[in-house]
C-alpha cells in the first residue's frame, strides 16, 4: 500500500524530472520497503520540483501584464465614464474582469515569492503571507459582489490589505536586489491605496510594467543569481 502510494506521487512531479530521475527512484522504493513518511516527502518534492523549475517561469510575469492590463483598461473606462462608479470605485460591468485581474495578480505576487528566493526571512515570509491572504480575500468579496451577498466595506478592507502586502513585498524585492521589479510592484500597491481614479490607473501601468520587467530578468535579483 505505501508502496503504491510513493510510486503515486511520482506522477505528480514534471516531465523533465521524470524523465532524468524517476526510474532511479523506482529502483530505490523496490529495492526497499517506503515507509509512511517517504509519500509526503515525494509529494513535498513534486511541489518544490514545479515551483523551482531549471528555465523560471514566465508564468508571473504574464500574469502581471494580464492583470495590470486588465486594471488599466477598466480605469480608463472609468475617468472617460459620465456614470459614477459605485463605492468602493467599482462599475457593476467590471465585477468579473476585477476577478480576472485580481486571479492573475495572485499568480504574479507568488512569481514575485519564488524571485525572493528560499532562503526568505520571517519579514519577507510575512509580507508575502499578507499579500497573498488579502488578494485571496479581495478576489472571494469580488465574487461575493457579483453573487449581491457582499459589498462596500469588506471589500474596501481586503483590498487594501492585499495593497499594503503587496508594498511590502516590493520593499523585500528591492531588499534583495530585484530593484526594478520591487520597485514596480511597490509603486503599484501603493496607487491602490491611493482613493481616486488615477490611483488605479497607476495600479495597471506599473503591474504591466512590472511583468515586463519579469520577463525581462527572470531570476530576480543577487539573491538567485547564484543558480
Known amino acids: 500500500m505505501l508502496r503504491r502510494a510513493a510510486l503515486a506521487a511520482l506522477r505528480l512531479y514534471p516531465s ?4 532524468r530521475y524517476e526510474d532511479e527512484v523506482r529502483a530505490l522504493l523496490e529495492e ?4 509512511p513518511r517517504d509519500a509526503l ?4 518534492g513534486a511541489l518544490d520540483a514545479w ?20 486594471w488599466t483598461v477598466w480605469s480608463v473606462v472609468i475617468m472617460t465614464d459620465a ?3 459605485d463605492w468602493p470605485g467599482y462599475l457593476e460591468e467590471m465585477l468579473l474582469s476585477a476577478v480576472l485581474a485580481v486571479g492573475a495578480l495572485v499568480v504574479a505576487l507568488t512569481g514575485a515569492w519564488l524571485r525572493i528566493g528560499d ?14 491572504t488579502g488578494h485571496a480575500a479581495w478576489l472571494i468579496l469580488l465574487f461575493g459582489a457579483i453573487s449581491g451577498l457582499v459589498y462596500g466595506a469588506p471589500t474596501a478592507v481586503a483590498s487594501t490589505a492585499a ?3 503587496a508594498v511590502l513585498v516590493g520593499f523585500c524585492l528591492v531588499a534583495a536586489d530585484d530593484v526594478r521589479v520591487g520597485a514596480l510592484v511597490a509603486t503599484a500597491a501603493v496607487g491602490l491605496l491611493i482613493p481616486f481614479v488615477g490611483g488605479w490607473l497607476v495600479f ?7 511583468g515586463l520587467a519579469m520577463l525581462t530578468n527572470p531570476r530576480g535579483g543577487r539573491r538567485l543569481a547564484a543558480f
Not at 515551483?51 to 486588465?70: D, K, N, Q
Not at 526568505?120 to 499579500?131: F, G, H, N, Q
Not at 495597471?204 to 512590472?210: D, I, K, L, R, S
Open 16 to 19: 523533465r524530472w521524470r524523465a
Open 32 to 35: 526497499r520497503p517506503p515507509r
Open 41 to 44: 516527502d515525494l509529494v513535498r
Open 51 to 70: 515551483l523551482h523549475p531549471p528555465i523560471p517561469s514566465r508564468v508571473p510575469g504574464i500574469a502581471a501584464i494580464v492583470g495590470g492590463g486588465i
Open 83 to 85: 456614470t459614477a462608479p
Open 119 to 132: 532562503d526568505a526571512t520571517r519579514v519577507e515570509r510575512l509580507a508575502i503571507a499578507l499579500a497573498l
Open 163 to 165: 495593497a499594503i502586502g
Open 204 to 210: 495597471g501601468v506599473c503591474w504591466m510594467a512590472a
